[in-house]
């Protein structure tokens, strides 16, 4: 039996983790933790993503299942319960999570800056669009769209050579494409691409 690191762990080894732990210090995310790390949490849902989990129960299905496997995915936590992630997710700073994209796509970028996408031009192409996600008005209040539905709406600003998110936005769903302009940084000699909306 093949006794090295699992494919998730190999994968997540090109993290810097030294910018997510300098990132959790930053918002005080592991003020009052025991035992579920932050690292922990992101390793669990990066893993969920990865792996097409569709809920939380669905996650915490397929730990209860690997739970020998644990340590080689590189989650310190015995393991994962439902309630335990439920609040981690809820209670943990958004802003960890975010910096830290960020920190990503800031690495990633560069990668791509010599790669053709079709048509000759030096400078930086972007598209800006959104989606609408349609929600449940019960189970979600607080996202008002229509009467009788809830909505939250994903703006979304992508570097074309490279196919990169540099800016994401997540606003109500009545918010309108245009008024995300104003919350834009615009790069000097970029193009920007967008529809009507």
Not at 44 to 64: G, H, K, N, P, V
Not at 80 to 88: D, Y
Request: aromatic share 12%; hydrophobic share 45%.
């Amino acid at each position: 039996m093949y006794a090295g690191k699992l494919v998730f762990a190999q994968v997540m080894e090109h993290l810097p983790l030294h910018t997510f732990r300098r990132i959790v210090r930053r918002y005080g995310g592991e003020r009052k933790v025991k035992s579920f790390s932050c690292l922990d949490q992101f390793l669990c849902m990066a893993f969920a993503q990865l792996t097409y989990r569709e809920s939380l129960r669905d996650i915490e299905a397929c730990f209860r299942a690997q739970r020998s496997k644990l340590y080689h995915l590189g989650i310190r936590s015995t393991s994962v319960a439902r309630n335990t992630l439920a609040n981690a997710n809820s209670v943990r700073d958004w802003h960890i999570y975010a910096d830290f994209a960020q920190s990503l796509i800031s690495i990633a970028r560069p990668l791509y800056v010599d790669e053709a996408f079709g048509v000759d031009l030096k400078e930086s192409v972007y598209a800006l669009d959104a989606t609408t996600i349609d929600l449940c008005l019960s189970v979600f209040p607080w996202a008002p769209f229509r009467s009788t539905k809830a909505a939250v709406k994903l703006h979304t600003l992508l570097d074309l050579r490279g196919n990169i998110p540099s800016f994401i936005h997540i606003s109500d769903g009545k918010m309108h494409d245009v008024n995300i302009l104003d919350q834009l940084i615009p790069e000097a000699g970029a193009f920007y691409i967008m529809d009507r909306g």
